[in-house]
Structure formats: C-alpha cells, structure tokens
C-alpha cells in the first residue's frame, strides 16, 4: 500500500509561486509514475502534470504548462510541483497522485491512478 501526504499550500496573490511537495511511504517513488491533480470549487476534478518512474517524461496540462514543474526527489521519496505566475484560476484542492501500472504514455485521466493523497489548498488572490 502506498500512501501519499501532500504539504506547501497555502494563500498566495496573483503572480505569485508556490511549492508543493508530496511525501510517499510505502514502495520507493521509483517504482511509480506519480502525478498531480486539481479541483477546483465546482468543478471537476482535472489533470495537472505528471513524471514519469525515471523522472526523463513530464506531462503537463495545457493551463499550465511553462508555469508549473514536477520534479522528483527519489532520494527523498518525494515529488514537487513548483507553481508559478500563480492566477486565482489556480485556486484548488491540489492532489499527489501515483500507480505502478505501466503505460505507453503516461494518463491524464484521475481512474487510471490507485494512490491519491488527501490534498492540500492553494488558494490565488487577486
């Protein structure tokens, strides 16, 4: 069993940046593809970015990319996504996630992940 415990959200203003991190117990990071998904308030839940097991593949949703980065620390057993030019679109529950399938390209869809994290806020004003 893997579990996943997001820290580093908090209120942020516009334009500004953020560092989340997500701490894995339970098999080495590198046995995973680990990821991040948001939801926003009354909305779905939506792909954010993802790296793969070697860390050499990252994928990105579009309303995000050249702002936010994943990065993983395999000595740590952790992920981060770095959030920058932060914009209250931002705002949401900000989810680590992670599965040990293996894939030929790594999903965007939340039902292909096993292990999720409770979440953590950011929160983007204005």
């Known amino acids: 069993q893997v579990q996943l415990i997001e820290s580093g959200g908090g209120l942020v203003q516009t334009g500004g940046s953020l560092t989340l991190s997500c701490a894995a117990s339970?098999?080495?990071?590198?046995?995973?593809?680990m990821g991040w998904f948001r939801q926003a308030p009354g909305k779905e839940r939506e792909f954010v970015a993802a790296?793969?097991?070697?860390?050499?593949?990252?994928y990105y949703a579009d309303s995000v990319r050249g702002r936010f980065g994943v990065a993983r620390d395999n000595m740590k057993n952790t992920v981060n996504l770095q959030l920058n030019s932060l914009n209250v679109e931002d705002t949401a529950v900000y989810y680590c996630v992670a599965d040990s399938s293996f894939w030929r390209v790594i999903p965007t869809t939340s039902s292909n992940y096993a292990y999720w994290g409770q979440g953590t806020r950011v929160t983007v004003s204005s």
């Open positions: 339970g098999r080495p990071i590198t046995s995973l593809v």
């Open positions: 790296i793969s097991r070697t860390g050499g593949n990252t």
